[in-house]
């Protein structure tokens, strides 16, 4: 068992406890072997009945990963390493495993998949790029496609399904040439699903947006692995996943307050924190700009200038083209500062986006309302089971634990590491430095050994390539464009005289393997034994003797992790290889976090630039610097986190009532909706009595008609049949008395109109009401709340804690949300018009037939809703007014709306108030139809 090598304490626990369960599945290999191919899918059935019955699914393991094993040595020729198997097992029971690079995590992630499919719910496998996703759908497709189970991926707008019999033109990658284009539905009906992280988040989002079941595409969270885990889950995570809606605000005044700061002087008119990333205007500045422009006080003005003339400053000041943006294709794309990937579709809040727009000439998109939002913390905590794999976890290790309950287990590697790290080569300047780095590749070039150069930017990754260029040395640039050239030019990266400059991660989850890709077949399999394969071998061997691939750093990363990450893409599977460092005092890092401690270095070293510093406390002061980056980082994600689990609480409830709904819709026989409507309906007439009770006399009016234009607001009456019912009321003395009268004659005119429109149409409208008013107003309460949360900061709270403040807050603005919902589902429900042709109604009717007759319901829904009527009198004690009265509603309501087509600016026929273009739920089907 020397394999296992030596590990730390509490780690080497986990990992003996894995021991006997590989030792056990090793034990059940003879006999797996034997098995036919048409057997494995009935193993399968077979243990998914096992499952069904409530056996454990670490009862099962030892059995389910013999079969995953066994089927991909058969399809794909690779058997799960022993190694392999334990972080197949740590992946099954919901950790993370660390796993280096180059070890096969993708193979790894299978039995646990397997395993957890049993269960009839689907496994996720969360990705960070589209090529990956595609990629490993079919690469793991055919194991998957022997165990009986399939296979689908879910990329930006596309879904494909692992299909052997389909294939597409040839594909520079076999593994992508058997994915069949499929919808969004029936790639969540697979049983695995490969998908970009973005987009498990953006469907979760559709689908509690979606107006019909029909429309809901996600089956549930059940378990999940995130590949990349640090990159999903740390790196990616202070991004929330926002659904926005473009507004129709003018765009005009982003490119002037773009104008006005770029006449502003830069500390005497406005202050920026680069730390803190914000900039604020001086006194000096605002006389400045209220002189230019001849406005007496911006803040008068309104408080949007301030706001928009601070975000201008930002983007000119904090932001950086070709650093933290670039533009493309007259869009500003963000650039993730970590892994130097290009974030598209993600935008900046508060103006920001907009603002860069604005600096840069390019078309400014309309600001956006946001319709829903979840941060990526709390997407994947829904997971009922959640499992990650990285080649670099230890040192997040606390994060994982605190925000994701995540603990990590470090996988031995197949065969020992051996590449060598060497210790950083500091310079005291930038330009040194990067001469220096130069030299080292070119040292490599000249050899032929291949060398993997990383920046942190953009930027920078075309100062060093343009160097390169001066001296002649061939090389390719990537800076993650296109993730499937990326993976191409990556793939290449370990053939001899190789040198490849990226942005640190880019290419991420693609291997180097030196001397260059195997040669195999269409299928993917390997040619051992052939000369081409010997060919291979000899350039393999070559390449080893130059020593492995050699990784230079141009510098060091925020955190030690994404250094890590770098170093990771040499040394795979026990390859020999280098990695080396370059440091500039004056580099980003340094200089905002060094401190003190670098100045204090600057002066003592008192020698040449091009002499490279090699001092104990220079490796220090970067450790130092890394972690308060990494604390500074960790902090803000938390924060993120605390801040939307307040959120995060009233979405649930917001989404499990929205889903409800949903629910109610697919029987209409199904009456709960219509029986919590009623419900509100008595609370709300119980509610306007009482207040309209009240012993006092507001411009002289009595308490009943007080009451009755109260009531009037639910159901609408005209003049004369107001004056009707402030008489009748006059003889219902107490309070319950007065409500019981009002309710029974709501329930009266609720009846009628259901009985006009029909059942299966009543139940639509309800559930279109409610479905509407929670979506409007729960659209409006997360734009509060999110100006609550960036206003919070800068209120004067004293001793008291923003957060809690931030709590209490956000839960009084819910329990007014919960309240207001109910009170517009009782304000609209008798509002809406569903009737097919246009009426002519006079003024007001008071008689049953006469209402009737008027209507211009199609005649078999008015003999219907006419005997139905007898009846409803024959059954129901009620009053003559009120019969009468509940006609001259209906007949008041029809006269409101005809079936003329649309405008767009014509008032929905929701009841929203809104205008039709305005209104939140445009795409409704009912307001499609
Ligand atoms: P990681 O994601 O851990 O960096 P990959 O899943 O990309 O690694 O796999 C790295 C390489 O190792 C791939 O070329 C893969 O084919 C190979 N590999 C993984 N597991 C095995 C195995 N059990 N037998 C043979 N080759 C393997
Ligand atoms: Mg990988």
Known sequence: ????????????????????????INSLEEKTKKLKDEAFPKKTQELKERVSEGEPLELILPEAFALAREAAARTIGQRHFDVQLMAGIVLANGKIAEQKTGEGKTLSAVPALYLNSLTGENAHLVTVNDYLARRDAGWMGPIFKLLGLSVSSLINEESFIYDPDFTQGKAWDYRLSHLKPITRREAYDADIIYGINSEFGFDYLRDNMAQGLDEVVQRG??????????????????????ISAPDEAPAQKYYEYSKIVEKLTPDLDYKIDEKLRTAHLTDHGISKIEKLYGISNIYEKDFDTVYHLEAALKARTLFQKEKDY?????????VDEFTGRLMIGRRLSEGLHQALEAKESVPVQKESKILATVSLQNYFRMYEKLAGMTGTAVTEA????????????VIPTNKPMIREDLADSVYKTGRAKITAAANEIEK???????VLVGTTSIEKNEIISQLLRRRGIKHEVLNAKNHEREAEIIAKAGIKGAVTVATNVAGRGVDIILGGDTPKGEDGREFRDTTEWKKWEEKHNEIVKLGGLYVVGTERHESRRIDNQLRGRSGRQGDLGKSLFFVGLDDEIMRLFGGETIAGIMTRFNMPEDVPLSHGIVSRAIEQAQSKVERFNFDIRKHLVEYDDVLNKQREIIYKRR???????????????KDEITEKIENAILSLVNVGSQEILENG????????????????????????LINQMAQFKGIEGKAEFLTN???????????????????QVERFVMLSVVDNLWIDHLDAVENLRQGIGLRGYGQRDPLVEYKNEAFAMFEKLIGAIDDEVVHRIYKIQVQQSPPQMPAHQHVVTQAAGDTSISEELRTREVSEKKQQTANSPQTPASNSQESAVVGRQQAVSGNKKLGRNDPCPCGSGLKYKKCGLINAPAHKG
């Open 1 to 24: 068992m020397a394999l296992f090598g030596k590990l730390f304490d509490s780690n080497e626990k986990e990992i003996e406890k894995l021991k006997p369960i590989v030792l056990e």
């Open 326 to 334: 670039i533009v493309k294709d007259n869009q500003v794309i963000l």
């Open 444 to 450: 490599a070039y000249k050899k032929g050994q291949p």
């Open 398 to 409: 606390e994060e994982f634990h605190k925000i994701y309950n995540l603990p990590v287990v």
């Open 701 to 724: 009016k009595s308490p009943q008609e007080r009451i009755i234009e109260d009531f009037t607001t639910i159901i609408p009456f005209d003049d004369a049949s107001k004056k009707q």
């Open 659 to 673: 889903r409800r709904i949903l629910e109610a819709s697919s029987d209409s026989k199904e009456t709960f909706l």
């Open 221 to 242: 969270h059940f378990f999940a692995i995130v590949d990349e885990v640090d990159s999903v889950l740390i790196d990616e995570a202070r991004t929330p996943h926002i």
């Open 745 to 763: 004659l709501a329930k009266d005119v609720y009846k009628t109109r259901e009985e006009q429109m029909g059942q299966d149409l009543a139940r």
